[in-house]
């Protein structure tokens, strides 16, 4: 508007979305996708994860085994999926991947049959499993954990820059 209001016409907005679907969803969740270069601090609109001293969560895979994960010194994407998958006592039990898509992190439990659920926990008063949208429990019998959407610094799309200038004012 002239008194530069932002103005929203509902009608051609549904116009559009009724007919190019696709294209209005792309503007509006368009994304850069992760790659194992990427820097932790950019995770979460640049919010990055949270680390202590010491183990930052906790993975139990389906057959019991407990593993510790201190991410100290990882800076990458690449080099925290290195920290789990060469993780002392994993032995190939749990593998760590960028999921299919590039905008998760996937954790795969090839432990073998066990009576435990796949879960994963923060520890020590961290937050790094849920920075990195992987903090959750499978149903038994369950083999792969996907975490949810991780947005990146510099995302291009309207819901990643209006999510980023909403946690800027509050």
């Known amino acids: 508007t002239s008194e530069g209001a932002l103005a929203f016409d509902t009608a051609t907005f549904s116009q559009k979305l009724a007919s190019s679907f696709e294209q209005i969803q792309s503007l509006f969740l368009k994304q850069r996708t992760l790659g194992i270069d990427t820097p932790l601090s950019d995770l979460n609109n640049g919010r990055g994860v949270s680390r202590v001293d010491g183990a930052d969560l906790r993975i139990k895979a389906r057959d019991g085994t407990l593993l510790d994960i201190d991410t100290a010194g990882a800076s990458t994407v690449g080099a ?21 898509g590039g905008f ?3 954790i795969l439990d090839a432990s073998g049959v066990g009576l435990n659920p796949l879960s994963i926990v923060n520890l020590n008063g961290s937050t790094t499993a849920s920075d990195l949208k992987i903090a959750k429990t499978l149903a038994t019998g369950e083999t792969l954990l996907k ?20 946690d800027f004012l509050t």
């Not at 925290?80 to 749990?94: E, K, T, V």
């Open 104 to 106: 998760t992190i996937e």
């Open 147 to 166: 975490g949810d959407i991780l947005l990146l610094k510099g995302d291009p799309g309207v819901a990643a820059r209006m999510e980023e200038r909403l």
């Open 80 to 100: 925290l999926l290195s920290r789990i998958n060469s993780a002392p006592g994993n032995n190939g039990r749990i593998e760590a991947r960028l999921g299919s």
